[in-house]
Nanobody
Framework: QVQLVESGGGKVQPGESLRLSCAAS????????IGWFRQAPGKEREGVSC????????YYADSVKGRFTISRDKTENTVYLQMNSLKPEDTAVYYC??????????????????????WGKGTLVTVSS
């Protein structure tokens, strides 16, 4: 059974940083792409970043490029999202999600939330002065 557990959320001021963690069990990161998605109050869920299983290629939404960095530690079976220069508009619940199989490269590269197979319960990030 796949289980994804996010941690690291909190409240920070604009310009500060946070690192989110996604601990995975029931899957091996060598065979699954892991993505980060977020949902702000009153808005639809949007893709933030994803890391492929095959070669570790990374993808980012335009709104976070240059500020966020996704990485993985295979030994810990954990994926991280380093978020720097946070803005109030980054406030949202952040979810990690996993996808495997034939379409995972497409789903990951295009940050397609509907294509992800398993989801964590989310962690809240609040950016406010």
């Amino acid at each position: 059974q796949v289980q994804l557990v996010e941690s690291g959320g909190g409240k920070v001021q604009p310009g500060e940083s946070l690192r989110l963690s996604c601990a995975a069990s029931g899957i091996i990161l060598d065979y699954y792409a892991i993505g980060w998605f977020r949902q702000a109050p009153g808005k639809e869920r949007e893709g933030v970043s994803c890391i492929k299983s095959s070669d570790g290629s990374t993808y980012y939404a335009d709104s976070v490029k240059g500020r966020f960095t996704i990485s993985r530690d295979k030994t810990e079976n954990t994926v991280y999202l380093q978020m720097n220069s946070l803005k109030p508009e980054d406030t949202a619940v952040y979810y990690c999600a996993a996808v495997g199989g034939y379409y995972m490269d497409y789903v990951c590269g295009a940050l397609v939330s509907g294509g992800m197979e398993s989801w964590g319960k989310g962690t809240l990030v609040t950016v406010s002065s």
